[in-house]
Antibody
Framework: EVQLVESGGGLVKPGGSLRLSCVASGLTFNIYSMNWVRQAPGKGLEWVSS????????SYADSVKGRFTISRDNAKNSLFLQMNSLRAEDTAVYYC??????????????WGQGTLVTVSS | DIQMTQSPSSLSASVGDRVTITCQASQDISNSLNWYQQKPGKAPKLLIYGASNLETGVPSRFSGSGSVTDFSFTISSLQPEDIATYYCQHYGNLLYTFGQGTKLEIK
């Protein structure tokens, strides 16, 4: 059974930093691209960042570019999101999700339960 | 950047009704379009990928269609357990864009 478990969320002051982790099990982690998706309270889904299976290709949403850094440790089946210069608008539940591709179609098929990040003074 | 415009933002329907949600892309995205269902407090669940392919295990009352810029998602006969928010999502090369979501309620 595939499981993605996020951790590292919490309360942080504006301008502060936080590092999220996502540990994967039940899948061959090093062959899949991974993603972070967030959801502000009462709002819709927002894609945050993606990383290829090897870590050689990375992309970010404009809203977090220059402040957030995605990384992975395939030896530890782990995905990370380093979040710096946090703002109130970064308050959200952060989900990690596996990217699966078949026949040219790509989608997130497995998701974690999410970890809540609250940015407030 | 590609923008995804989803409508309506909310919808109220009766059990057994046929329900349709639309999603429009700001430029040609071929069939690079997925649909997700999200229930309160839960992670999103993939329903449709590649515009019209039903994910394994998803009931056949759910369907998707469309290409280029105009897409639709249909529930052929609404069930009480379908109450959720639905999102379209365009996917590119490690880039994704979600629609604003459609909150579906029972009348």
């Amino acid at each position: 059974e595939v499981q993605l478990v996020e951790s590292g969320g919490g309360l942080v002051k504006p301008g502060g930093s936080l590092r999220l982790s996502c540990v994967a099990s039940g899948l061959t982690f090093n062959i899949y691209s991974m993603n972070w998706v967030r959801q502000a309270p009462g709002k819709g889904l927002e894609w945050v960042s993606s990383i290829s299976n090897s870590g050689s290709s990375i992309s970010y949403a404009d809203s977090v570019k220059g402040r957030f850094t995605i990384s992975r440790d395939n030896a530890k089946n782990s995905l990370f999101l380093q979040m710096n210069s946090l703002r109130a608008e970064d308050t959200a539940v952060y989900y990690c999700a596996r990217r699966f591709c078949t026949g040219g179609d790509c989608y997130q098929d497995y998701w974690g339960q999410g970890t809540l990040v609250t940015v407030s003074s | 950047d590609i923008q995804m415009t989803q409508s309506p933002s909310s919808l109220s329907a009766s059990v057994g009704d046929r329900v349709t949600i639309t999603c429009q892309a700001s430029q040609d995205i071929s069939n690079s379009l997925n649909w997700y269902q999200q229930k309160p407090g839960k992670a999103p669940k993939l329903l449709i990928y590649g515009a019209s392919n039903l994910e394994t295990g998803v009931p056949s009352r759910f369907s998707g269609s469309g290409s280029v810029t105009d897409f639709s998602f249909t529930i052929s006969s609404l069930q009480p357990e379908d109450i959720a928010t639905y999102y379209c999502q365009h996917y590119g090369n490690l880039l994704y864009t979600f629609g604003q979501g459609t909150k579906l309620e029972i009348k």
